[in-house]
């Protein structure tokens, strides 16, 4: 049976999967948690496979196991997302206590089930076995994809409202790892709307046995390669630095763009303020060069000034027309710049970009196209061209 080998084939892919990620050496709270997230279908294909096998006589409770687990899921999702964007989990969100709520409902049903006279017992395994169930349960699954998709959605509107409001504050590196976190629930969103659809448009068998473990094989095989490509698995030193950079913004969500309105109307900074803040910043970039360090945030800036740092991310914004690391980036290229036409014949341009403050060859290279609108090849044949 080709359902029953595709069903296995992904516990064991995602087993594996799960167990290299859950049990890596130094490891981050973030890690955990997703290997957990990968782990957890492996139970509901392993109930496929129980009732594929007609297992399912002798251990019916993997049913309700893995009805718990297919609960648990999409909450454990929402959770690892927070993490990311220091958003604080706790227990008395609504969702929470709504999910808690259809647990209490299967496990309800779980006792009745145990009570049942052993020939209606099996009537019961017969009747889920071949989707045929009371119409009590297909308000509890109503219940489940509603629960299911407003996390999702809450959880997409959370990390959009957190990359625009932190957007000042993050290094060109930082941003790719919250565009993981973006991409990582786009990809969820997509596969449960895309299993929906398919829902109607297929027999439920189909997608069940088949659809639903080969698109968890590919979403997951990918999620990872983003998270690897992302530099998103972090080891537990690496996460607690970026949880407290990340931290701050996402506590000061409210009173960000109050401060931004009132910031915008001048009733905190004067044009005459405005106009030294701007010389400042110019003359402690030319004469201290910040940027040529590839930890130097906004914080440090702020500290140096001593400005609040949303003052500081005004003044930049309206006074240079940039962001701040769109600013220090075109600092950067232009020591690159000098840096290039002094080069020598050991140096190469990679080793430039790092010795500029760039951590990655990519954020190099990326950076130098936007503010000299060509390469660091076309730039080097151009100076060769002009000699």
């Not at 496929?48 to 002798?58: D, H, V």
């Not at 997302?81 to 227990?91: A, E, L, M, P, V």
């Not at 490509?229 to 972090?234: D, G, N, Q, T």
Request: charged share 20%; proline share 3%.
């Amino acid at each position: 049976m080709i359902e029953l080998a595709f069903n296995i084939f992904t516990i064991v892919n995602l087993t594996v999967l799960a167990s290299l990620l859950f049990f890596r050496k130094h490891n981050s709270v973030t890690n955990r948690i997703l290997a957990v997230i990968i782990f957890l279908p492996s139970i509901n294909f392993l109930n496929n496979i129980f009732i594929l096998q007609r297992w399912i006589i002798l251990f019916p409770h993997i049913l309700f196991i893995s009805q718990i687990s297919a609960q648990i899921y999409i909450p454990l999702i929402y959770v690892y997302i927070n993490y990311f964007i220091g958003k604080k989990n706790t227990i008395k969100n609504p969702l929470y206590i709504f999910t808690l709520f259809i647990i209490v409902i299967i496990v309800v049903f779980w006792i009745e089930y145990m009570l049942l006279p052993s020939e209606q017992k099996e009537e019961y395994i017969n009747q889920y076995s071949s989707n045929t169930l009371p119409i009590r349960f297909n308000f509890y699954n109503g219940l489940m994809i509603i629960t299911g998709l407003t996390y999702l959605l809450t959880s997409l509107i959370n990390v959009k409202r957190f990359i625009r409001r932190a957007r000042d504050f993050y290094s060109e590196e930082e941003k790719i790892k919250l565009g993981y976190i973006l991409k990582f629930i786009l990809i969820v969103i997509s596969l449960s709307l895309l299993l929906l659809i398919f829902c109607f448009l297929l027999s439920a068998y189909a997608v069940k046995y088949i659809i639903i473990p080969l698109s968890i094989n590919f979403i997951y095989l990918y999620v990872l390669y983003n998270a690897i490509r992302h530099s998103a698995l972090f080891s537990h030193e690496e996460f607690n630095k970026f949880a407290n950079k990340i931290q701050p913004i996402a506590l000061d969500n409210k009173n960000i763009t109050k401060e931004k309105e009132k910031l915008k109307s001048n009733y905190h900074i004067s044009e005459e303020l405005a106009n030294l803040l701007q010389r400042k910043i110019e003359v402690f970039f030319s004469e201290r060069r910040p940027y040529l360090n590839p930890n130097f945030h906004i914080e440090n800036l702020a500290h140096e000034l001593k400005v609040g740092k949303h003052h500081l991310s005004y003044i930049i914004n309206s006074r240079f027309q940039q962001s701040f690391f769109e600013l220090v980036n075109s600092y950067r290229v232009m020591e690159a710049k000098k840096r290039l036409k002094d080069m020598s014949k050991l140096q190469s341009v990679d080793s430039i970009g790092y010795e500029v403050g760039f951590n990655t060859k990519s954020a190099f290279y990326r950076a130098f196209k936007k503010h000299a609108n060509l390469t660091p090849a076309k730039f080097l044949l151009k100076q060769e061209e002009n000699q």
